[in-house]
Every structure is written in C-alpha cells, then in structure tokens.
Nanobody, 122 residues
C-alpha cells in the first residue's frame, strides 16, 4: 500500500520561497503519476502541478506557472515542489497525491498524503 507524507510547509513572507517534499513508502514513485494540490479555507481543492510516472511530462496550473517547479528524486522516492515568488494567495494546505496517470484533477487520484500548511504573510 502506497503511503505519502508531505513536509516542508511553514510561514514565509511574500516573495519568499519554500520547498515541499512528498516522501513515498510501500511502493516506488516511478510507478505513479504524482500531483500536488492545495486547499485554502472555504475553497475547493486546486491542482497545482503534476509529473508523469516516467518524469517526462510536467504540468502546472496557470496560477503557479513560472513560479513553481515540480521535481523528483527516485533514489529517495521523493517528489518536490519548489515554490518561488510566493504570494498571499498561495496560502493553503498542500497535498501530494498518486495514481496511475498524472493530472491536475483531484478526483483522479486514489492515494493522498495528510497535507502540510503553507502560509504566505508579512
């Protein structure tokens, strides 16, 4: 059974950077497409980025394109989300998810982590 654990969230000032990690256990991440999602209070879960199982395809939402980068280290069985030029509207709980395909649609994913809080505020 695949298990995912996110880490790296915290409080950061606008314009700052954070790197989130999604560590997998129970199975190899290169068997799965991985997505990063976020949810702000009172809002629906939003797809932020995803990476295919072979690492060749990466996708980003328009709201983060050019500021966020998804990457992976197969040797560590970990996916990363590098977040730069952070804005207050990036605040939310960030989740990673895994399934057979990579997409920004939350309903397509079976496996989810518990989430990590990101707060962008001065």
């Amino acid at each position: 059974q695949l298990q995912l654990v996110e880490s790296g969230g915290g409080l950061v000032q606008p314009g700052g950077s954070l790197i989130l990690s999604c560590a997998a256990s129970g199975s190899s991440l290169d068997d799965y497409g991985i997505g990063w999602f976020r949810q702000a209070p009172g809002k629906e879960r939003e797809g932020v980025s995803c990476i295919s199982d072979d690492g060749k395809r990466r996708d980003y939402s328009d709201s983060v394109k050019g500021r966020f980068t998804i990457s992976r280290d197969i040797t560590k069985n970990t996916i990363y989300l590098h977040m730069n030029s952070l804005k207050p509207e990036d605040t939310g709980v960030y989740y990673c998810a895994a399934d057979w395909i990579a997409t920004l649609e939350a309903d397509e994913y079976e496996y989810w982590g518990q989430g990590t809080q990101v707060t962008v505020s001065s």
